[in-house]
Nanobody, 121 residues
Framework: QLQFVESGGGLVQPGGSLRLSCAAS????????MDWYRQAPGKQRELVAQITNGGSTIYADSVKGRFTISRDNAKNTVYLQMNSLKPEDTAVYFC???????????????WGQGTQVTVSS
């Protein structure tokens, strides 16, 4: 069973830092771009950052210069380093990726279970 496992969320004061990790496990043939999304209460889920197989990245304007996405292809793991955190960054953060499973060779979008990030004094 292919799945993502996230870790690293928590409570942090404004200006603080957190690092999120998300590891894909199971029968994996290929992983496309790896993404981080977030969803705050009462708001739609939004793309925070994306990293391609080649390492190219894109960021939401609200996090540019503060967040850094990276990946370890050998471990099928994506990271999100979050610095200078603000109260408006409070949300549930989800990792996601298009993955071709190694069993039936189908592409599918997979999601992590979500991890809560709360920025508050």
């Amino acid at each position: 069973q292919l799945q993502f496992v996230e870790s690293g969320g928590g409570l942090v004061q404004p200006g603080g830092s957190l690092r999120l990790s998300c590891a894909a496990s199971g029968s994996i043939f290929s992983v496309n771009s790896m993404d981080w999304y977030r969803q705050a209460p009462g708001k739609q889920r939004e793309l925070v950052a994306q990293i391609t197989n080649g390492g190219s990245t894109i960021y939401a304007d609200s996090v540019k210069g503060r967040f850094t996405i990276s990946r370890d292809n050998a471990k099928n793991t994506v990271y999100l380093q979050m610095n200078s955190l603000k109260p408006e960054d409070t949300a549930v953060y989800f990792c996601s990726s298009l993955i071709r499973d190694g069993t039936v060779m189908n592409w599918g979008r997979y999601w992590g279970q979500g991890t809560q990030v709360t920025v508050s004094s």
